[in-house]
């Protein structure tokens, strides 16, 4: 099969589809690697290493998407890339399509697209195993953006996460016992935060206690949020509903309650964001001011640190994506862990609500 990994264009996203490492992988197994220039530099992997392993330079990217029969990205397509994707060629990245402009959807459909969002993978327990590093670096990255937001010079409210003896550390609120909320809570309490942690799942909140029994816990109930905004120094919304846009949970009426210059990090952006107040930003303009609050709203807060996530992501995804390479679309959604994730089959939509958000 050939294997295309283009270079990303969307701003500020420095991974790779692939590194050298899954390269070898699939050259190992019979297929032919075809990398576009530089692709791999953002992550600190020259054309050199790709070469090493048996891959192929493309100094085109027409060429890239034309010989493509299963491409692999990280973020999702932008509309000229669409536009270069041939009929039928196999797709695999982090799609977040429930977010997605409905003529993104549309193409995919239109060009018999098959399209598999890495986001979905979905295990038999229930986890998302290609999702986990990104939600792991997403949350363990919060508590050094809050840390920094909370500085008088950032705008924020002259807060040191820790204290000091004589003066209480933050309060930090997580709405969100998953992966990236349990990071973010872990990290939070490294620097010394008191740490409150809301979920409406009790079984979630009772792993996070068994990490750190120091955590506060509470439901996530509209009642239950709405009191610890008034509190929260630092609030942080870390909701995940795979295939769907995330549930609006905070109201305007919400952040109102929060203290002047607080800071509102809300990880649920890529999927559409949790709260009101939310609007995507960028890692060259970060932040904004609603309500009094400090809001940060980067959809892809790891493609900064672009070597942990590739490396990360590869670790997770490498089996699914030699199982797709090796057994084709067709024989390789028989696994249900795979099907979970398609979007798109040949013209057919699946586990994607029909309802998205215009961006």
Known sequence: MNICIPKERRPFEYRVGLSPMGVEILIQNGHTVFIEHDAGQGSGFPDSEYEKMGAKIAYAVDEIYGRAELLLKIARPLDDELDMLQPGTTIAGFLHLASARQNKIDALLRDKISAIAYEQIEAADGSLP???????IGGAMTAEVASRLLQSNQGGRGVLLGGIPGVPPAEVVIIGAGTSGTYAALAFKGMGAHVTVLDKEINALQRVSMRDSNFVTMLSTPRNISRVCEYADVLVGAVLVPGTRSPIIITREMMKKMKPRSVF???????GGCSETSRPTTHDHPTYIEEGVVH????????????????????????????IANLGIDKAIENPAIEAGVNTYKGDLRHLSSLVKKE
Do not use: K, W
Not at 130 to 135: A, D
Not at 265 to 271: A, E, P, V
Not at 303 to 309: E, L, Q, S
């Open 296 to 323: 940060y709203c980067v959809p892809n807060m790891p493609g900064v640190v672009a070597r942990t996530a590739t490396h990360g992501f590869v670790n997770a995804a490498i089996a699914y994506i030699l199982e």
């Open 130 to 136: 290609v999702l986990r590093p990104f939600s792991q």
């Open 265 to 271: 990090i809300d990880l649920s952006i890529d999927q």
